[in-house]
């Protein structure tokens, strides 16, 4: 029985959600096949059976298993034969990665593409958005969140990922000559801009955008043939 995906959709079937983006990359490399069931933000009762109201969720074969890293150490578990992580030191470096991009990348992003995403979302989420998302950001609209973001926080947001350039060298990926998890992690996040917004996060001569160019073409080009704003 194939593995089912509950996967955010948003307008022309964009799939922006970076963490469900982490579990599509987790699946591919396990070598897994599943199907995608796409739900709005609000629709919350597609998740209850796994008692989550966030994806991503994966049901595996009736089991359910909500959010990304956990997904991982799922199929870290279930499916050994090709492990996510191939030591403690990667399991650590891993979610070492994962926090990095949550709490750098993400903040720093998605100031930076709000109004663009918002502009994505079905017309039945737009008052969900408005109200959860909003109150980052009291008294400011989202186009004037984005708009500045985008006159005085980039040089800051591509400064903070100097790590990933550090740890990418001279090498393939972050994980050295083969993807892991940094890798997905990081990718996803530059997915989710891509969905929603034509914006560029990264400059043309960054060295991470030869890395995002692999990452697209991984996996029979995944990350490549999903809906995109050009």
């Known amino acids: 029985m194939a593995i089912k995906l509950y996967d955010l959709r948003l307008k022309g079937d964009r799939r922006p959600s970076p963490f469900c983006w982490r579990a599509k990359f987790a699946l591919a490399h396990t070598g897994l096949a599943w199907t995608e069931v796409p739900i709005g933000f609000t629709d919350k009762a597609a998740l209850a059976f796994a008692q989550s109201t966030l ?40 979610e070492f990665a994962s926090g990095w991009t949550d709490q750098t990348v993400h903040p720093g992003l998605f100031p930076l593409l709000v109004a663009d995403l918002y502009d994505k979302v079905e017309d039945k989420d737009r008052a969900y958005f408005l109200e959860t998302r909003g109150k980052r950001f009291p008294g400011r609209t989202f186009d004037e969140v984005q708009r500045t973001a985008r006159e005085s926080a980039i040089p800051a947001f591509r400064a903070s990922l100097h790590p990933a350039r550090r740890a990418l060298g001279t090498g393939v990926y972050l994980c050295g000559e083969h993807p892991g998890w940094a890798d997905y992690a990081l990718a996803s996040a530059l997915l989710w801009c891509r969905a929603v917004s034509s914006f560029k996060p ?17 996996y029979d080009s995944m990350g490549r043939r999903a809906p995109a704003t050009s």
């Open 55 to 94: 994806v991503p969720v994966i049901d595996d074969g009736g089991t359910p298993v909500k959010d990304s890293w956990q997904i991982a150490l799922h199929l870290e578990a279930t499916r050994p034969e090709r492990p996510l992580f191939k030591s403690t030191q990667a399991r650590a470096f891993a």
């Open 202 to 218: 990264l400059a043309e001569d960054d060295a991470l955008v030869p890395w995002f160019e692999r990452m697209l073409d991984l």
